[in-house]
């Protein structure tokens, strides 16, 4: 469905996870990422939710945390603005929606 010149996906992967948890992991691949993009690689199957980050000068961080999903997901995200969004919140889970680009 188009929507004003948007491409809206038909169908979204519900991802529950520890709100804290993830904010914390966020933080930790924030250090390593590029200053620049501050972009992650999120990989998420059906009980990992993986944060991988890498810098301009090769350095790596890896995070894990355990989350319900049916499936696999691959993207990349903006980490800092994930983590803003997350801190707005009051609950203890976050229930993220996600699509892959198509």
Same mark, same amino acid.
């Given at each position: 469905m188009k !929507?004003?010149?948007?491409? +809206?996906? #038909?169908t979204n992967r519900k991802v529950l996870v520890d709100? $804290?948890?993830? +904010? =914390?992991?966020?933080? &930790?691949?924030? +250090?390593?990422a590029s200053k620049k993009f501050k972009a992650s690689r999120f990989v998420l =199957?059906?009980?990992?939710? &993986?944060? %991988?980050t890498t810098n301009d000068k090769n350095e790596e961080s890896h @995070? %894990?945390? !355990? +989350? #319900? *999903?049916?499936? =696999? $997901? %691959? *993207?990349? *995200?903006?980490?800092d603005y $994930?983590?803003?969004a997350l801190s707005g919140c009051t609950t203890e889970e976050a229930r993220l929606a *996600?699509? @892959?680009?198509n």
């Open positions: !929507t004003g010149g948007l491409v +809206i996906p #038909k709100r $804290l948890n993830l +904010i =914390t992991a966020l933080h &930790r691949a924030s +250090i390593l =199957t059906d009980n990992w939710f &993986r944060i %991988e @995070e %894990e945390l !355990t +989350i #319900k *999903l049916n499936g =696999t $997901l %691959e *993207l990349g *995200l903006n980490v $994930l983590m803003d *996600l699509s @892959e680009q």
